[in-house]
DNA sequence: ACAAAAGTGTTACAGATACACCCATGT
DNA sequence: ACATGGGTGTATCTGTAACACTTTTGT
């Protein structure tokens, strides 16, 4: 059984071309097979679509997601379709918030707990993805048309993660495992929308204690080659948790 | 109707006597008019009581909320709550985390969508709420057995206001209109759980441009009388868009 | 040699911290 | 006069902001 009045949907950020990119679906019923494995399941959310020509339209996009089933813990389901949708696992995934007006969706009362994830498009390529073939990324300010309040819902996000990449270090979720410091300079320019001082950027990151030196270094690039870092998991963590102020 | 698989909570804080307070309640079936006014809502709702013992003990307590109903917005019929509960409106509540493990509450599926709210209860004395005498003050660190996981909701609650304070100016709505510069740092110390050093505090505060000198003072105590300031509500607003670091 | 991005240091200023005594009021 | 909490200033330290040139690499 699916729960007909909540749904669980990601907001899935990926950082490319130096772009903020969302991931996105044109849900079909038959997607919903990989996500509601369940017979029933699946049965009662092809129900819900049939009657909502919004998801059944070629013209509309929108946030992956599906109804959560009643049998799943909240935060687990969540998992679980970013899992589904990206091949990914043990990636930033965070619940921000539920979305409950009253007619958000036409002709059914339909509540969604968002979570928003990040991760790197490029260095995750979505082989895994059980349903790659029909999902897409988008950069932030060329979304197409989408169903619902999804733009709402992914702008509250971007909203939420602008405010939270002040104080918690997050934005290395999007990032190659190993990073210039350009790239992760470029990274908290495009999400807080402003120019940075290279020089100051840099001392402040490195007196975080954050990076590790990996004593690599770019190839094949027509300059100077850039240091390649990576992050202390360990110190990430404690920072995450004191709530560091990261204001940059 | 009401959404059977849907509660809204809130987590109403106070300060009282130098400690935060959670405003908690003792739900009955009766009070349940208070908030579902449509009688089938309210038959919904009882009916769904009946089933849990727990919701029908005289030993537990819980937070103040109901099921939501269909044709209500989830952040107003949160806001309704609070209002039947304190009398109050207008005071800062917020949505923070809903909560939908699998097994949270037995024998039914049921999301709680939380909210918390900021009062001070000594300046409103519940004298409108129209459940004013099943409803009482906690102690934070002197709750009674709560029922579900109504206790964990209250602790996520505080680690929320505990983040929250520390970046934008929200301890301000626990404190009566006009205030003293040490019940402000005392609020603070309590919310945070640290000593602070009186001149550095006030010198900070002082700063910030947000308080207003009221030209009072406070009179019958066996001291020196402090003097009263009340908050700019414009600078206020203003501080809370821009994420202020109000860290201390 | 040139183009393109990487990398680096100093000075000035603002905000944070540490710290101890006198002041006003009621009993 | 005394008990109680209110109220204040300064010196030091730390972090932030502003700013321009040299280095490395591939073509």
Redesign the pocket.
Known sequence: MILKNVSVDCVIFGFQNDKINVLLWQAQPGLLKKFLTNTQEYEESKEIFDKNPALKSDQFWGLIGTHLPTDDDLDDYAKKILKVATGLKDIFLKQFQTFGSKDRVPHMRVLTVAYYALINPEYHNLELSSIAKSVKWFEIDKLPELIFDSKEIIFRALKTLREEVQYHPVGFHLLPEKF????LQTLYEVILDKQL????F???IQ?MGLLIDTNE???????????LYSFDVKIYNQLKEEGL?F??
């Open positions: 210039t410091l350009t790239q001082d290279t020089r100051n840099r001392k402040k007196n270094k770019q190839t094949n690039v027509a300059h100077r080659a850039a240091k102020n204001r940059i």
